[in-house]
């Protein structure tokens, strides 16, 4: 039996005179959606690394979802790849993520997520194409540029850095997408339901998106 405990905020910072006994976990709290910041990203990896090479058990939650984010879109899947791998690299072997609601919107980040924890050595494009021919078939090109114009505004952006600095994060979220923007995304997923009007069950995964769409639109 294992205690764990939380590395949180100010107490995150490496131990230099205590340790953790080797009956406790260190779960290291961390926000990797961040890291298209490249300073934030180097901090928490050093952090983290040097963390590992002094407690027994390292463990990591990381903020993929943040209950205080309004759930809109936010695609990243390459920085999950590269944040599991690099959390493996440095000793963790325990993983939790604060859970998500948000499927119409950020469901790819979750399905990247699932298989990188399997193995961390996981090509997410390899996920994302698997993720799109999968789940809908004739569309897939579609959306995959769906899906990529997310993900790359989020890289962009420096992780939203670049809309949500010095504003509340509500107005900050606001300014991610343009009124342009958001009428390319829409004219995609009709397309995408254009391409799979014979197809049931792929129409009805295009209009879970297109919920997620309205809703990081309003």
Known sequence: RL???QLYSYYRRPPTRYHLPPEVIGQYCVMGAAF???GACAVEYARIRET???VAHLGIYEYYSNGAWPEVHRLFPHLIADTVREYYEAGARYFATQPSTGFAVNGLNFFVLGR???NTR???DAVIDDFCRSGFGPAADVIRSYLS???QRWRDTQSGEGATSG???HTGFARLYSKDFFARRQAELDAAEKIAAEQPDILQRLRFLQAGLHHTRL
């Open 167 to 169: 504003v509340d994060r």
């Open 116 to 118: 990188c924890l399997w």
């Open 122 to 124: 996981t090509d997410p």
């Open 36 to 38: 298209w910041n490249e």
């Open 149 to 151: 114009a997310f993900a």
């Open 52 to 54: 590992g090479q002094r």
């Open 3 to 5: 205690l764990l405990i």
